[in-house]
């Protein structure tokens, strides 16, 4: 989102998005994806690149292929599937490879002291933030994987006030309004048209912005 939401900005008129799944499974911001789309990134879902063409050493296209959707693979996201001979261009001039950060949680604590997935994060509990080492806690990127910085700051926050639990009392024990807070959340979904999920709450806030076609002339 970034990167086609700054090229845009930095003056391309014609931005477009390939993404090998579909948008469903898109794990950007909500929010990032309407405000794109609003801003006129071109987006191509269950598509995926194949190869760069150059003439005279210059990128002309990217060559890419159709993807179907077939069983879920690891992450619980249906795993896409090359469709044969649905090859087709997409016109280029600029190609930015976009694919994400990774984890390296094994380059800061060893493998055979705590607990580390298969997609290099610590795994923690949701609610304490504590691992498989009673003394080691953690939160943020290296235990979700790349995110919001407000998620962040959250895990930081409910993370000290277990650390101070734990350093002053040996234990680390939710409360009650800990266990509400954690299924409050997990009732959030963005939609314009979603209800709010009981009476009497209350709307949340969005900060203004600058029409779409005005955002896009600057960073401001």
Partial sequence: ?????????SGFTDVNLIYRRTRAEMPADPVEIMEAEEEGVQFHFLVAPLKIVAENGKVTGLECHRMELGEPDASGRRR??????????????????????????DRVLPPEEVEISRWKTLPADEITKTTNQPYIFGGGDCVTGPATLIAALA????????????LTTGQTVPENTD?????????????????????????????PVMEPQERIKSFV
Avoid: W
Wanted: proline share 5%.
């Fill in 80 to 105: 896409p599937v090359v469709i044969e001979g649905s090859n087709f261009i997409i016109e280029s001039d600029a190609i930015v490879p976009a694919i994400g950060q990774v984890c390296v949680v």
């Fill in 1 to 9: 989102m970034d990167c086609v939401r700054s090229a845009l900005r």
């Fill in 155 to 166: 895990d930081g926050k409910n993370a000290a006030r277990f650390i101070d639990q734990f």
């Fill in 179 to 207: 266990y509400l807070e954690k299924l409050i959340g997990q009732m959030g979904v963005f939609s314009k048209k979603k209800k709010m999920p009981y009476q009497d709450s209350t709307q949340k806030l969005h900060p």
